[in-house]
Each structure stands twice: as C-alpha cells, then as structure tokens.
C-alpha cells in the first residue's frame, strides 16, 4: 500500500514473441502510472545461445531479446530473470504468456510461491483436455493456483504491437469487473486499445479455435486458391467456432465473436500469423514434412499453436461424438497428422451434414 492506495507489481511469466512484445507494453505503462511499481520482472525459459551467451543475461545486457523479438528494446525496467520463484516475488499481478503446453507444469512449480491476493491473467491461445474433459487455460491457472484469472485475447500479432502499430484486444473476465479494469489500464496505450468483456469462456475460445481455422487458412493458400476459398474457409471456421463455443458453454455470447478476440483475430491470424505461414508451407510440400519438422525450421524456436489444440479438440469431438457437426475442426486436424491430404479442406463440405440435429432444433448455425 502506498498513501492508502494499492499498489501493484506486475510479473510476465514468458518471454516468447508475444511475451516479450506484452512485457514491453506493460513496462511502458507501469513507468508511468503511480499505481504500479516500474519494475516488471520476465520470466525467461532459459536457453543457451548460439553464441554461448545466456539469453536472460543478453536480455538484460541488451535490453532486446534477440531471440524472440530481435531489433526492439523492451524499456529499462524490463528485468528478464530465468528463475520462476524469484520472478514472481511480491508480485501481485501475474501475466501468463507462454505456449499452452508448458503451463500446467509452471504452474505446478509456482504453486505455494505467489503473493496472498495475487491476481493472473492469461494471454495464452489453447486449451488443455483431461479425462474429466475440456480444461480452459485459465481454468488451469486458476485451479492449480487458488487464484482468479481473466484472459486477453485480440488480434495481436506481437511483431505489429512492437512497432506501435494500432491494435485491439479484449479481456474476458467472470465476475469482477473491478479487476478486469484494472487489467485494462495495465494494457492499455494509445496504440492498443483494451475493451473488457464479461464473458470469458467466449474470449478465449475465440483465441483458441481461431488457430485451426488458420492452418485451414494456410493450407488454402499452400493449394495457391485464391480469396474466395479463403474467405470461405474463415465463414465456414468462425461459425464452427461459435457453435463448438456454445455447445461447450452455453453461456457464451454471441457479441463476443464480434469484438477483437473474436472476427478480427480470426481475419488477422489468416493473414498474417505463424499458424498460417507453417500450414502453407506443409500443403505446398503436399503433406511430405510434418508440422513439426516445418515449426523447427520456420520458426526457429517459436511455438506454432494450432496443430496441438486441432488434436485437443478432435478428442473433444470424438469424445462426445460431435465430429460430423465440425467438419473444418475435424478436417484440419486429419490433415495435420497426414490421415487425409491437404487438398481435403475443400472437398469437406460435399459431406457437411445437417447441421441441425443437435437438440433437434438449430441453435448454432
Ligand atoms: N506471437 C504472437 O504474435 C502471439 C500473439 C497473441 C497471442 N500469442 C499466444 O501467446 C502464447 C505465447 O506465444 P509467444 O509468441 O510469446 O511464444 P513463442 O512461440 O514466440 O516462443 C516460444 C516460447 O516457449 C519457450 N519454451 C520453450 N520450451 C519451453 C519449456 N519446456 N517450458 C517453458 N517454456 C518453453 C521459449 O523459451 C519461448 O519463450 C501462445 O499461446 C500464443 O498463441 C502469440
Ligand atoms: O502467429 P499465430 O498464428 O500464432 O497468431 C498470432 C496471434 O494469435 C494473432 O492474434
């Protein structure tokens, strides 16, 4: 507390592209608003670089990570710390942005270790299946942690953001708004903009599903078809998105999929994102080189999203024999592991069944 107002301080666990982009966002803003302490602690998953050096040593040599986000300075009071427990010490809010397949174990490892009343949010697109079924990543977080955790999800390519180019984003929250807000002021500067929504569930799903509708995006430009298909594709996929949404959680809202997290990331990741680039270059070797294979060499470290949650949700599918009202969620992921050839993507919606059998009535579509 300081002169009887809270004060905060800010921890960003993931030092990625977007991590690094978000860890300079937040540092711009905690160096100017009193209610935050200008600090802002990183933590770095460390890696030995080519040059033998340590990427959170040249992190804090160079005020750049030349790894994830060469060419930017992240602002002096970006402190890149690869040990876990001392990165988050005394903080109170707690970003979490690394690739959804490494959270439950730092989670797991932060567990007893974080500040009574510390506050998380997620910036992570995905999602985790357990045998009791589908798990929310921030569902995850807060579980495993005791603790409240809203998500921002937008169309954010973090290169865009490094350079100041306009943005939007949307943070989910459940029941307190209060906290949300102060998420907001946090993110928000005049070249990104954050509305918040009450509808968590509904952002991050919008963030999650959004990914397989990108390698169908891809796959579509590795084909060399042009606009038209794609446009189809991204109507095919938001409307899958939506109705897998709802049929998950009813209460997810409609609106939703019209603000950032849901239509404009869904536009800008088809464009422009990693998801994208990998599955174009994986249809133009007509499926001979896996993804993973691809992911190493394009992205050189970077994690590609996609691919993982096409699997996550095709067990989900299966599970709860919904496969035939997914065609496009299920086709990607049939191509993803070379069960059917790239060219299926568009040979799926011979086959799109009536859509209307759920609940017999049409509530989705
Ligand atoms: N990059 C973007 O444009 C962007 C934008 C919005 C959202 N996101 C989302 O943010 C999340 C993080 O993506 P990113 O772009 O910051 O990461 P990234 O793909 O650029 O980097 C991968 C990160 O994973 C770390 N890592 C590798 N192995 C690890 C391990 N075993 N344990 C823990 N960490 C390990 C690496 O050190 C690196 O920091 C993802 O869910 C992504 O979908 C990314
Ligand atoms: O580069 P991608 O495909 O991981 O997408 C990045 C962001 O999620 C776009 O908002």
Redo the contacts with the bound molecule.
């Keep these: 507390m300081e002169n009887g107002h809270a004060k905060y301080r800010v921890a960003v666990i993931?030092?990625?592209?977007?991590?690094?982009?978000?860890s300079r966002l937040i540092a711009s803003n905690t160096a100017k608003l009193p209610s935050f302490y200008d600090e802002v602690r990183m933590w770095?998953?460390?890696?030995i670089l080519p040059t033998g050096r340590k990427?959170s040593e040249s992190i804090n040599e160079q005020n750049e990570n030349c790894?994830?986000l060469p060419g930017i300075k992240l602002g002096t009071n970006v402190i890149a710390d690869p040990d876990l427990e001392s990165a988050v010490k005394d903080a109170n809010m707690l970003v979490f942005?690394?690739?959804?397949?490494?959270v439950e174990?730092?989670c797991k490892k932060l567990v007893g270790k974080l500040t009574p009343g510390a506050e998380a949010i997620s910036?992570?697109?995905?999602m985790e299946v357990k045998m009791e079924g589908p798990c929310m990543?921030s569902k995850l977080i807060a579980d495993t942690l005791g603790i409240n955790c809203c998500v921002l999800?937008?169309a954010?390519?973090?290169?865009?953001?490094a350079v100041e180019e306009f943005s939007e984003a949307t943070i989910g929250y459940r029941k307190d708004k209060e906290v949300a807000n102060r998420w907001a002021k946090l993110f928000t500067t005049p070249y990104f903009l954050v509305s918040v929504a009450e509808d968590i569930e509904g952002v991050e799903l919008c963030?999650t599903l959004k990914?397989i509708v990108a390698i169908a995006a891809g796959l579509v430009d590795g084909l060399d078809m042009g606009n038209n298909t794609k446009a189809a594709i991204m109507r095919i996929g938001l409307r899958e998105m939506r109705a897998f949404s709802k049929l998950l959680f009813p209460s997810v809202r409609d609106n939703t999929f019209f603000e950032s997290c849901g239509v404009a990331?869904l536009i800008t990741t088809c464009l422009g994102?990693?998801n994208r680039r990998v599955a174009e270059a994986f249809a133009r070797n007509g499926g001979k080189r896996s993804f993973d294979e691809l992911e190493a060499e394009m992205?050189r470290?970077?994690?590609?999203?996609g691919v993982s949650t096409a699997r996550e949700v095709y067990e989900v599918l299966t599970y709860r024999g919904w496969q035939e009202l997914f065609p496009l969620l299920s086709t990607v992921h049939e191509i993803c592991i070379g069960q059917l050839p790239p060219t299926s993507i568009v040979e799926y919606s011979e086959h799109t069944p009536n859509l209307s059998i759920i609940g017999g009535h049409t509530p989705f579509y």
């Excluded at 470290?301 to 999203?305: A, D, I, S, V």
């Design positions: 993931g030092s990625g592209n977007w991590g690094s982009v978000a770095v998953f460390e890696e990427l790894k994830y942005v690394t690739p959804h397949q490494f174990g730092i910036l992570i697109k995905g990543i999800m937008g954010n390519i973090a290169n865009e953001i963030g990914n990331d994102g990693r992205l470290g970077q994690k590609l999203q």
